[in-house]
């Protein structure tokens, strides 16, 4: 994988912020909770949660919601590092496909997902061209 530098014990440490992350949010309807955290190449730790609203089409996921937090604190995608995602059901779950194509305007096909398996030392790993191969990156 291609991410910078990563060590165990930051890794235990970025699993944890996804479980904060999933406290939080807003899962009146599904109560089914999701935390992200998008990881920069400084060790900057955002957290995204899943939100949602009467109109089910309008959740927002927890990954987006990280990626959304990134760059509207003015973070660069190049800093973009990896992404930990823990869920209600901590089974090692990767993003959906619709967050694998926005991850896929921002992230190379080697950027590094960790997904929590309910032991905090031995999280799924994924990269992004593996679970979101032929992504549509047109040169618009
Ligand atoms: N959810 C996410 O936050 N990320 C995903 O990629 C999959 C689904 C949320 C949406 C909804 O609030 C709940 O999980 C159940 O689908
Ligand atoms: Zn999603």
Redesign the pocket.
């Known amino acids: 994988m291609s991410s910078v530098c990563i060590l165990s014990m930051d890794l235990t440490r970025y699993i944890q912020a996804a479980r904060d992350a999933k406290e939080v ?1 807003y ?1 009146k ?2 109560d ?3 935390g ?1 955290v998008l990881v920069t190449t400084n060790g900057e730790v955002y957290k ?5 609203t009467a109109t ?1 089409d309008m ?7 990280a990626v959304d937090g990134a760059l509207t604190q003015g973070i660069s995608p190049e800093k973009f590092n990896l992404m930990v ?1 823990s ?2 059901d901590q089974n090692g ?8 194509q926005f991850l896929a305007d921002f992230c190379s096909d080697e950027f590094s997902i960790y997904s929590d398996t309910g032991d905090i030392e031995n999280p799924a790993e994924y990269s992004l061209g593996e679970i979101f191969p032929h992504a549509f990156r047109p040169e618009l």
Do not use: D, L
């Not at 959740?59 to 919601?65: G, Y």
């Not at 990767?94 to 967050?99: D, E, L, M, R, S």
């Open positions: 949010g899962q309807y599904s089914y909770s999701v992200a995204g949660s899943n939100i949602e089910f959740c927002i996921h927890a990954e987006r919601s995602i869920t209600e779950e990767p993003p959906c496909g619709t967050c694998r």
